[in-house]
């Protein structure tokens, strides 16, 4: 991988978290994001899902904050973003995965309908009330049925996002 597209893979990644667009990362994006999947599901806040969306944003921001907030103060740039959490994902994107393991179960319980896991449709309604354009969520949440059950496992999800978050870092 090149420097270009490197740079365009994290610019695209700092984007997905940069919920409001305005250049930085902070607690704010991450309440955008429980507030949008729950609305997605007609979920309440005040719900015991809806608490438990919340409180997985906030362990994730938190997450996200004390990897890449290099100077404190509660927002990541884009820089901070590229020298901080860009290089912890490369080293070790399972533990970015686990940051936002409490953000994704969660996310997993209201997107699960019927109690069987949630379905690439349910995964495709998350990944669009999460800013990704329809067509690429339907391709998303395809590939994320792994096993073609039409059931998506917490552990696929996991995969992926780690996988989606482990950039590599362009040849030297």
């Not at 719900?47 to 290099?70: L, N, P, R, T």
């Not at 404190?72 to 901080?84: A, H, K, L, S």
Request: with cysteine; glycine share 10%.
């Amino acid at each position: 991988m090149d420097s270009a597209e490197y740079e365009r893979k994290i610019a695209a990644r700092f984007a997905t978290f940069d919920q409001d667009g305005n250049g930085y990362i902070d607690r704010e994006d991450f309440s955008a994001a429980a507030k949008a999947v729950l609305a997605e599901f007609g979920t309440t806040a005040r719900s015991d899902k809806g608490q438990a969306v919340f409180a997985g944003a906030e362990a994730f921001w938190q997450g996200m904050a004390g990897i890449a907030d290099v100077d404190g103060d509660q927002r990541v740039t884009r820089e901070e973003f590229i020298t901080g959490a860009a290089k912890r994902l490369r080293d070790n994107p399972q533990r970015f995965a686990e940051i936002a393991r409490p953000f994704l179960h969660a996310v997993i319980a209201v997107a699960d309908e019927d109690g069987r896991g949630p379905t690439p449709a349910a995964a495709v309604r998350v990944l669009c009330a999460l800013g990704t354009p329809p067509e690429l969520a339907g391709q998303v949440a395809t590939a994320l049925d792994g096993d073609g059950d039409g059931r998506i496992a917490e552990e696929e999800i996991l995969s992926a996002f780690a996988g989606y978050c482990g950039v590599e870092a362009p040849d030297a």
